[in-house]
């Protein structure tokens, strides 16, 4: 079966400080991946997806960037956090049937 | 363009009382629709999806759903509330070979004993 993780499950960072959420998936092949941002009482905005290595597609122009170096890995970064990256970071991936199934999620605190 | 309302922020019951979350979409094809659950600070749980077929889809936990296309909803419900199903519960609509999922705003259960 396939599984979703996270990691961090919690960060706390200081303003200007970089940042490298990772999620990773097992037990499928050439998911598409994506990651949310869930601010509090609000519901999930999509940053970004990816269909394959290297293809990273940019919902929200903002301070963050994705990457996908592997096939099951997708990581989230920033070179310097600003206090309105604070939330709670969604990871999520789907084959073709377009059901997202999501991971731990990680809550970040910026400072 | 696509999109998905969950007209109740926040809903009540009491336990044992019988739930119905409201979504109403707004999509041009046939879509595909999904109820997601959320406990605080954890992940999303997929509750049920419809595709196609029945319009009455049954999920986990007890939970059932109904696609009405002439009323654009898909609205989620549960005879009888347990304590434990206070979370919040996100609708969302999908299409055939896209890659994005819109979802709701979310609405928040809360549960009295």
């Known amino acids: 079966s396939q599984t979703i993780h996270q990691w961090p499950a919690t960060l706390v960072q200081p303003v200007g400080s970089p940042l490298s959420l990772e999620c990773t998936v097992e037990?499928?092949?050439?998911?598409?991946l994506y990651w949310y941002r869930q601010a509090a009482g609000r519901g999930l905005q999509l940053l970004f997806y990816?269909?394959?290595?290297?293809?990273i597609s940019s919902e929200v122009p903002q301070n963050l960037s994705a990457s996908r170096p592997q096939d099951r890995q997708f990581i989230l970064s920033s070179k310097k956090l600003l206090l309105s990256d604070s939330g709670f970071y969604l990871c999520?991936?789907?084959?073709?049937?377009?059901?997202?199934?999501f991971g731990p999620g990680t809550r970040l605190t910026v400072l | 363009a696509q999109s998905v309302t969950q007209p109740d922020i926040h809903i009540t019951v009491s336990e044992g009382a019988s739930l119905e979350l409201r979504c109403n979409y707004s999509y041009g094809a046939t879509p595909y629709l999904f109820w997601y659950v959320q406990s605080p600070g954890q992940g999303l749980q997929l509750l049920l999806k419809?595709?196609?077929?029945?319009?009455l889809v049954q999920g986990i936990k007890g939970f059932e759903a109904e696609f009405k296309r002439s009323q654009s909803s898909f609205n989620l419900r549960k005879p009888s509330v347990h304590w434990s199903d206070a979370a919040e519960y996100f609708c969302a609509v999908g299409a055939t070979g896209g890659f994005k999922t819109i979802f709701g705003a979310g609405t928040r259960l809360f549960v009295k004993a």
């Open positions: 419809y595709f196609s077929g029945d319009t």
């Open positions: 990816s269909v394959g290595i290297g293809q």
């Open positions: 999520a991936w789907s084959a073709e049937s377009d059901t997202q199934y």
């Open positions: 037990g499928t092949s050439n998911p598409n």
